[in-house]
């Protein structure tokens, strides 16, 4: 098990990433309800607002996930948030998942929030790979997994219904080892 209990503060050039504050939950509310986001992480609509206050309030005790808001630092409000879970102690690695709403696209902020997270995981656990999945018909959150070093293992055929659709989830990993020479390269 990993010990994620210690939240850090990460400050990129676009945004910060921190724990979670209680004036940050209209702009979670905001996130969780927009339709990109229900559609592009296959979620429901259903939104129930004391349990997600309740869940949103738990993040920054967890020891064994790491949960950090992401926050435009030119605005300082919540754009979205990263997320380090589900240890998987037989390739001692985690899961990596990402959420940026309607106030955070299309201004890198999910990059430069993928890569500093990235970055304090290699730099400050023992893990040796990051893992995701990314449903078929994001090609955005695709193009910026492929840019910083995840490449493909696997597709879930047929994981999502939408709209009578059915979407594949593509299986990604970026490994300890990747990560060190994809630095090198950029030093």
Known sequence: MIYLGDKPLLVGEKVILRPFKDEDF??????????????????????????????????????DRLDLAIVDSSNDFLVGEVVINAYDEENHSMNFRILIGPRGRNQGFGTEATQLIIDYVFENTTLTQLTLSVFDFNPRAKHVYKKLGFV????????????GNWIDSINMKLTRENWRDRRKKDC
């Open 26 to 63: 209209p702009f979670i509310e905001e996130c969780l309800k927009d339709p990109e986001v229900l559609k592009l992480t296959g979620s429901n609509s259903d939104f129930n607002q004391e349990v997600t206050r309740h869940w949103y309030k738990t993040r920054n005790s967890q020891t």
């Open 152 to 163: 493909q293992y696997g597709i879930d055929k047929n994981d999502l219904e939408f709209e």
